[in-house]
């Protein structure tokens, strides 16, 4: 039978196959953490017609039953169906989101000047097998051929030597031992028959407030074999880092908490890995990028102390713990590495973002603006780098946004208002129909309708200016795009503008107090590094009409992408790169914005398009005043 996927394609369902399985053997990717037991209710679906076959609705509340919703992994066909993927339920097995400018990374690593050097090496070692004369033990044995092949100064875990005796006998005295090595010391990982988890891969993982992306990494070319992306599952306990750090502490949910975003990001490697045909054993080492909370949460540490004066974390630089410990389906005695954290509400998604722009490298005076749930700025050079956070909230990764998602296939990313018409102009990532509408969309919809008088420098709507504005569950909302066969409409609210306001307010209040705090003014910047999962390309002219970034020329800007992930994809594949972020962490210095004073005046002074003092921005004023 046939089963069709709103928006997308059609496709041939086995009999007594799941919706799950079928949707999986065509390359669409849904969240289940449980393998398909029905225990995690993530794998949703929505029934618009035909009829299913609904073996356990888990837990699925009453509401969503009545709404046709279902757990793909409980349900075959009855007959022909129709349906649609919620956003949330999707994993997104590639994608524009996480690559942005960094579209050969390969390459990109080798413009540092730095050898291909992963955390985990490996070496192939031919051990004599014992006799009645040469009578070592095993694993003395073993310590003499790492010797002589110079390895010395080798420790062993206690896991590795309980395998230790079989290993060697089954293996014929030929194996491969993978291991760490940290200054004079190396540390054995694990054993491997010759022939045994031959290929070498590596993940990459960015722990966002919001979105959760993966890299798969060949460790021995550098090249991507895969992306994956998905929601992070603690947005169910709170949109922010605030929320999640009061529901670990006072709710008792810590646990909690690290199960949900484990569960996300063993989904995406257990997608990524069996789409590939890759065994777990096979992933020689980890690298997580994260803000402060979301690093704590990963690693199970209470995150409490981070929103209690003085603002002190449990740890900046991570021991480098093992696969085992992390949760991780990966090889148990893998290493993962946390990437460096500079203070409470700066993490190690800005030191890596900071290595992936390689702003640190440079004599010129640049400013590095992270666009995410937690907004976070730097200001310097290769001498000094300062830095802050501003909580933006998560509306430009798609969070509490009606119609809002990541920049993934299906999301508006573009639009443009005719001016005499007043009809928008969309533009759709993958060029599929549009689902929904991604930061960049959202961007040049409120510019669009503020050139355009549909709304004024408060965000608010003119009814009158425009049949598209109408009165919606919200209020006020202006429809963007309207697809009758599939009964969807993409509108922006009333609510879902104040949202952006406040969000951009609060991004541009930080980078002012933060510039004012090392005694510059923003004409002295030589390079702006925009960061963020934005889409294909950032507008700089509508951001900057929007309020959210400095005036300041056009050429000045980079938009760089998810350079969280690209920086813990460089320290993945190259010890050199791992230490130079350690120190781009140990010479940034940490201003506490909560501490400043006048955060709240300029914020409150940025909560218009583009802001109440117009002499900040002279370009948008003197096309406010030729329009």
Not at 24 to 48: D, E, F, H
Not at 168 to 194: K, M, P, V
Not at 423 to 440: A, D, N, T
Not at 530 to 546: D, E, I, P
Request: contains cysteine; aromatic residues 6%; glycine residues 10%.
């Amino acid at each position: 039978m046939q089963l069709q996927i709103t928006g997308e394609s059609t496709i041939n369902v086995n009999d007594e196959e799941t919706i799950y399985d079928a949707l999986k053997r065509n390359g669409i990717y849904l969240v289940a953490p449980c393998g398909g037991k029905s225990t995690c209710g993530k794998c949703k679906v929505k029934i618009l017609d035909g009829k299913a076959d609904c073996k356990s609705y888990g837990r699925l509340q009453q509401r969503e039953r009545l709404e046709g919703v279902v757990l793909s992994c409980q349900s075959t066909l009855k007959t022909p169906l129709s349906i649609e993927i919620p956003k949330q339920s999707r994993l997104v097995l590639g994608g524009k989101i996480a690559v942005s400018i960094f579209k050969d990374t390969t390459a990109y690593l080798k413009s540092y000047n730095v050898e291909i050097d992963p955390i985990v090496k490996r070496s192939f070692l031919q051990l004599p097998p014992p006799t009645i004369s040469d009578n070592l033990s095993d694993l003395e044995r073993l310590k003499r051929a790492l010797s002589d092949n110079g390895l010395g100064q080798m420790r062993f875990s206690y896991e590795l030597v309980t395998g230790i005796s079989d290993t060697l006998r089954e293996a014929n005295w030929s194996i491969t031992l993978s291991y760490t090595q940290h200054g004079d010391f190396s540390e054995a990982l694990s054993l491997f028959l010759a022939d045994e988890c031959s290929r070498r891969y590596g993940l990459a993982i960015d722990i966002g407030t919001t979105t959760v992306v993966v890299y798969l990494v060949d460790l021995i070319s550098g090249e991507i074999i895969d992306i994956g992306s998905t929601y992070n599952s603690q947005t169910r306990y709170g949109d922010d880092v605030i929320t999640r750090i009061v529901f670990a502490t006072e709710g008792g949910g810590l646990n909690d908490l690290r199960q949900a975003v484990t569960e996300d990001i063993n989904t995406l490697v257990e997608s990524l890995t069996d789409k590939h045909h890759i065994n777990s054993c096979e992933i020689d080492a980890a690298v997580i990028s994260g803000n402060t909370t979301m690093s704590q949460i990963f690693w199970g540490l209470n995150p409490g102390s981070i929103r209690e004066e003085p603002y002190i974390p449990t740890v900046n630089y991570f021991p480098l713990w093992r696969g085992a410990v992390s949760g991780l389906k990966i090889n148990p005695q893998s290493p993962v590495y946390t990437s460096p954290c500079v203070a409470s509400y700066v993490g190690g998604d800005i030191t890596t973002g900071i290595l992936a722009s390689k702003m640190h490298r440079n004599s010129e005076i640049s400013l590095f603006m992270d666009i995410g749930t937690n907004a976070e700025v730097a200001i310097g050079n290769n001498e000094w780098i300062m830095t802050a956070a501003c909580s933006a909230g998560p509306c430009f990764e798609g969070g509490g946004i009606k119609h809002g998602m990541r920049a993934t296939a299906g999301a508006i990313e573009s639009i443009k208002i005719d001016p005499a018409t007043l009809e928008p102009i969309i533009e759709v990532i993958g060029g599929v129909p549009p689902m929904g509408i991604c930061g960049s969309g959202m961007i040049d919809a409120i510019t669009e309708m503020f050139k355009t008088g549909i709304i004024n420098q408060k965000g608010l709507f003119n009814p009158k200016k425009s049949e598209r504005i109408r009165e919606g569950e919200e209020g006020l909302e202006y429809l963007i795009h309207s697809d009758a066969a599939a009964s969807r409409d993409i509108v922006l609210t009333k609510v879902d503008i104040e949202n952006l306001i406040r969000a951009k307010a609060a991004i541009f209040a930080g980078v002012s107090l933060l510039v004012n705090e090392v005694g510059l003014t923003l004409d002295v910047i030589d390079r702006v590094y925009v960061a963020g999962g934005f889409g294909n390309s950032l507008n700089v002219a509508k951001t900057v009409m929007l309020g959210m970034i400095p005036d300041l020329p056009e050429e000045k800007y980079t938009f760089l992408g998810n350079t969280s992930i690209i920086g813990a994809y460089l320290a993945l594949m190259s010890d050199t790169l791992r230490v130079e972020l350690e120190e781009i962490c140990s010479k940034m210095t940490y201003v506490e914005l909560s501490v400043v004073g006048g955060y709240m005046d300029e914020y409150m002074s940025a909560m218009f398009i583009p802001h109440t003092d117009m002499s900040k921005f002279p370009t948008v004023a003197a096309a406010m005043l030729g329009g």
